[in-house]
């Protein structure tokens, strides 16, 4: 069965930085794209950040470009989101999903979803 296991959140000051991993179990990592997506209280879920089975295409939200890293280690079977200069409006569940198709930011896009790590920006 298809497992994908989110972790690296945690509370972290403003400016500060978190490295998120997804683990995939049941399964190998070669064939999928992976997307990260976070939704905090009251907001839709949303897209930040989405790498290709390759690893030759990467999207991102705007609001995370020049901040956030995602990356993909497929003989580990990881996937990784490093978060740099964290702001409050960062802080939200973070979700990695897995599907085999072209990258997408869109949540509707992915089958498969992690249980989501809490990620909690604040002084």
């Known amino acids: 069965q298809l497992q994908l296991v989110e972790s690296g959140g945690g509370l972290v000051q403003p400016g500060g930085s978190l490295r998120l991993s997804c683990a995939a179990s049941?399964?190998?990592?070669?064939?999928?794209?992976i997307g990260w997506f976070r939704q905090a209280p009251g907001k839709e879920r949303e897209g930040v950040s989405c790498?290709?089975?390759?690893?030759?295409?990467?999207n991102y939200a705007d609001s995370v470009k020049g901040r956030f890293t995602i990356s993909r280690d497929n003989a580990k079977n990881l996937v990784y989101l490093q978060m740099n200069s964290l702001k409050p409006e960062d802080t939200a569940v973070y979700y990695c999903?897995?599907?085999?198709?072209?990258?997408?930011?869109?949540?509707?896009?992915?089958?498969?979803w992690g249980q989501g790590t809490q990620v909690t920006v604040s002084s």
């Open positions: 999903a897995a599907e085999i198709r072209p990258c997408t930011l869109v949540a509707g896009g992915f089958g498969s």
């Open positions: 049941g399964f190998t990592l070669d064939d999928y794209a």
């Open positions: 790498i290709s089975s390759s690893g030759g295409r990467i």
